[in-house]
């Protein structure tokens, strides 16, 4: 089953906003060269759809209520739809804030239909967030997302097996997995308009269309798709340790070890958005004895100065009497980041602000385009 909210920011505002029910309400960027994030069904009709300047929304809709987007509430809405999401299927795979994949397989004890499912799943969101979803549910996650699109909004679509070739035959090629502007173009230049043309046509007459494509559409056609529900599993904790070369003898080098393993973890954490509350820190020394020994903090933390400031507190309570071999830092009871300004406000957001900008370096240049300072020594060895 794919469930997805129907004009998911625009509604929430309208949830929020009463006296913008049934009126075009347009959400985007606040600057004056944003773009629509999206528009209320009623903006559509006046031609308003997402990615849209909003300057090009305003002529067409100059009646229309220009909403900022509060991103916190949408993420919030999203989370609640994930929690009842969860009563109705182990698996589910999100693909964005307000859709994901349910994989339902065995739901049939609970419920007489499918009908039934999707009916229950659209009863409760509206119940509990006051908002509508479309779903649909089929053999494959193709064609769930398909179907959850075909009765928008407010629709539940049902592609018994059996019938998923006939019944998407008529449909225009971009309904196809992976076909976007380019592709369609492609196709239809060489006589490709509808699901059922794809279906006739042989692979190799396909590929001088689409090229690498041809095979998988050829396939998605005809209501194939293998791909499973992957759902993602919570992580428990992230760590790194490393097992020296050499053991480590001098303090400032052991020291100077645990910073770096400290940034590694956060800059992990952050990546993960999330933060912890355990920090461990695990030794062990030439003889391989080996201590651990971990605090839990009350706020949840993910900067490298956090984390460090915890591990010397840690080391502290270890006697260092011979080489380490071997170092590592572990988060875990790992829950949501704490939000800006909670703790210590104008210091944390200054290192909050300092870790995004290097986050954001090191994601486009690589890993080792910055750095922090105590990373240094080790290259000036190497
Ligand atoms: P969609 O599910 O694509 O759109 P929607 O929920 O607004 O409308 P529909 O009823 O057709 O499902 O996207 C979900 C949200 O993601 C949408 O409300 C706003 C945001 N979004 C953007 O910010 N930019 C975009 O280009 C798109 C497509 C969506
Ligand atoms: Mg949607």
């Known amino acids: ?21 049934g009126k075009p309400v347009i959400v985007g960027g606040a600057l004056p060269r944003g773009v629509v994030a999206t528009a209320s069904y009623e903006a559509r009709r006046f031609g308003v759809h997402s990615a849209m300047a909003v300057s090009r929304a305003r002529q067409l809709c100059p009646q229309g209520i220009f909403a900022p987007p509060r991103f916190e509430i949408y993420k919030e809405v999203s989370r609640q739809v994930r929690k009842i999401m969860e009563r109705y299927a182990q698996d589910i795979e999100p693909l964005s804030l307000d859709e994901a ?38 053999p494959n996650k193709f064609l769930a997302k398909l ?3 075909l009765r928008k909004p407010d629709g539940i679509c049902i592609i018994p097996y059996g019938q998923e070739a006939s019944l998407i035959a008529p ?24 699901i059922r043309d794809i279906q006739t046509a042989c692979v190799q007459d396909l590929e001088k269309a689409a090229g690498s494509q041809a095979a998988v559409l050829h396939e998605l056609a005809w ?19 490393t097992t020296y ?3 480590l003898t001098d303090p400032r080098e052991i020291d100077r070890a645990v910073a770096i393993h400290c940034d590694v973890v956060a800059r992990r954490l952050r990546k993960n958005h999330r933060a912890a509350q355990t920090i461990s820190l695990k030794v062990r020394f030439s003889s391989f004895r080996t201590v651990t020994r971990a605090v839990t903090r009350e706020d949840p933390v993910d900067l490298q100065e956090e ?14 009497t011979e080489g ?12 949501e980041p704490m939000e800006e300004g909670t703790l210590f406000p104008d210091r944390r957001s200054a290192l909050v602000k300092a870790a995004k900008a290097v986050d954001a370096i090191q994601e486009k240049y690589g890993d080792t385009s910055i750095r922090r300072g105590f990373w240094l020594e080790d290259q000036k060895k190497e």
Not at 115 to 127: F, N, P, T, Y
């Open 1 to 21: 089953m794919h469930v997805d909210m129907d004009a998911f920011f625009a509604s929430v505002e309208q949830r929020d906003h009463p006296e913008w029910k």
């Open 101 to 138: 994949f349910l994989d339902i397989t065995g739901m049939g004890y609970r419920f007489a239909t499918l009908g039934e499912i999707a009916r229950s799943v659209k009863a409760d969101i509206l119940k509990e967030t006051g908002l509508i979803a479309s779903a649909g549910i089929a």
């Open 147 to 149: 179907a959850s699109d």
């Open 171 to 194: 449909l225009p090629v971009r309904r196809l997995w992976g076909v976007g502007r380019v592709t369609e173009e492609k196709l239809q230049a060489a006589g490709y308009r509808t």
């Open 223 to 241: 209501g194939i798709d293998r791909r499973p529900v992957q759902p993602e599993r919570e992580i428990q904790s992230i760590g790194d340790e």
């Open 245 to 247: 070369e050499q053991d």
């Open 307 to 320: 984390i460090y400031e915890t591990a010397r507190r840690l080391m502290k309570r270890i006697s260092f």
């Open 324 to 335: 380490v071999r071997l170092l590592g830092i572990t988060a875990s009871k790992l829950t």
